[in-house]
């Protein structure tokens, strides 16, 4: 289906990058709540652009187009499908533990997001031939074959935009291990974040950290662990190891669930749908 008729239809459309983690919490959430929507993978660097127009203040993804309305943030994504989609719960209703499961989103949206994406692309910008099947899966080979050729001027804007030198890496890394550390104390006996269910702390955590854990419910392809940089990968398999990293891939076993997103057999009138919608040149593929 394309995104203009979704929408047009009052089903919710995902604007993402398939291997952001900020991205992975919004489809989590859209998936534990079963609400059918359709994703729309934009390519690196051009999604800056697609975001802004859709939004008219966020150059980031994910973005929601919702009721006419294009949400930046995954935060306040989230706020809003909760309150439109208030059921299974993902804000506990008593005041003081809403709080701190708000707290705690925040804590890993800030502390931990941007540091575990600086460090991991420290590592692996190095090398396009891990990066470019990454951020081209489901594309045509053509799309492909244009980011391989502009990859070396997308790794210098990204080096730039994520402030990635070998000094903020090592500072991200130990980020990424005070995170961890937190996540472990705030873990509580009854193996969630807040109170004894799974709130939005839980996904938030879970879902940031998934390039650590490498759940196999993560719904788009990773780079194989044996592929990795050999530092890359002793220091990311140093934290799954660790109580807090296979809390992560207990938290995608328990509650990721089955994916809510249309396919196209799903939305048969795809294809018609298609020739009738304008093409836009920042937006590649539906899935
Ligand atoms: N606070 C935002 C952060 C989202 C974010 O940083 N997204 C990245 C992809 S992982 C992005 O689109 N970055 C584009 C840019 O910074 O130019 C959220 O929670 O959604």
Known sequence: MSAALAESRGVPVLWQLQISHYVEKVRWALDYKRIPHIR????????????????????????????????GDSTR??????ERWPQP??????????????ELEE????ELGPHIRRAFYHELLPHPELVVPLFTHGQPAVTRDALRAGFPMLRVA??????ISDESAAHSRAKMVAALDRLE?????SGYLVGDSFTVADLTAAALFYGVARPPEFPYPMVAVDDLPD??????????QRPGGQ?????????????????????????????????????????
């Open 185 to 189: 104390r705030e873990i509580s006996a």
């Open 40 to 71: 729309r993978t934009l390519l690196p660097g051009l999604h800056v652009v697609k975001a802004k127009r859709l939004t008219g203040d966020t150059s980031t993804v994910p973005v929601l187009t919702i009721d006419g309305r294009s949400i």
């Open 77 to 82: 994504i989230i706020a809003a499908i909760d």
């Open 247 to 287: 809390w992560v891939a207990q938290m995608y076993r328990r509650h990721r669930g089955q994916s809510a997103e249309l396919t196209p057999a799903e939305a048969p009138v795809a294809s018609r749908a298609r020739t009738q919608t304008r093409p836009d040149p920042t937006a590649t593929t539906s899935r």
């Open 158 to 163: 990204m080096r730039r935009r994520l402030e």
């Open 107 to 110: 804590f890993f949206d800030e």
């Open 89 to 102: 719960q993902l804000y506990p209703e008593d005041p003081a533990q809403r709080r701190r499961a708000l």
């Open 231 to 240: 530092s890359w990968r002793e220091f990311h398999g140093s934290l799954a």
